[in-house]
C-alpha cells in the first residue's frame, strides 16, 4: 500500500491559506467550551445595550443608499414616463387650481 499523495504545487497560496481557515474554524466550531456561560442577553448592561443600539441604527442609516442604486432616473426612464403621465397631470391643473383635490386623488 503507498500512501496517499496529494500534489499541491499548483495549488495557489491564497487557496491554501483558505483552506487553513476553514479548517481551523472547522475545529474551533466542534471543540468543547471551557465552561457553560450564560446567555449575553441578560448580562448585558445599559451602556453595551446603547451601544448596541446606536451600532444597529447606523447599519440600518446606510441601508437606505443601497435602495435608490436601481437607475430609475434614467434619460430613457423620465421620458417614457413624460409620455405616459405627462397629459394626464397637464389636465390637472385646472382641478389644483380651483383646490379640488378630490379629483386628482380620483384621477
Known sequence: LTPLSINTSN????????IATILIGTAAAFAPSPEARAPTSLNMDRRAA????????????????LALA????????????KGI?????????SAVNS?????VAAE
Open 11 to 18: 495549488i495557489p497560496p491564497n487557496m491554501k491559506l483558505a
Open 50 to 65: 446603547a451601544g448596541q443600539i446606536a451600532t444597529g441604527a447606523a447599519v440600518l442609516a446606510g441601508l437606505p443608499q
Open 70 to 81: 436601481d437607475g430609475a432616473r434614467s434619460a430613457a426612464t423620465v421620458s417614457r414616463a
Open 85 to 93: 403621465y405627462g397629459q394626464r397631470i397637464a389636465n390637472l391643473e
Open 99 to 103: 383646490g379640488d383635490f378630490g379629483a
